[in-house]
């Protein structure tokens, strides 16, 4: 699967929701985008989240990352494939997105 998430700025002076998309709590400080492609090819979901929100849905993009890497390296182990080189780039995935 390909995941896609993207965070943008945005006019506070335009029409905004007053409250996150996400929790329905707190203020929005961004916009989303997240797009997950699958064989039923979703449509984004779109929105506006407070930081928050914005820190949870880095953690589902890490997590769906991690686990679909984790079933490739798996793949490839039993192939026989050294994966020393995936491990790593996970590695660095991992940190970037949990800074």
Partial sequence: MYRN?????????REVPRNCSLCLDRAPVLHFTLHEIRPEDREPIKGFCCAPCAAHLIAKLEQGESWDWTEQEA???GDGIDTSNLRHRLESLRAALTR
């Fill in 5 to 13: 998430l993207l965070f943008s700025s945005f006019d506070a002076f």
């Fill in 75 to 77: 793949t490839l182990a």
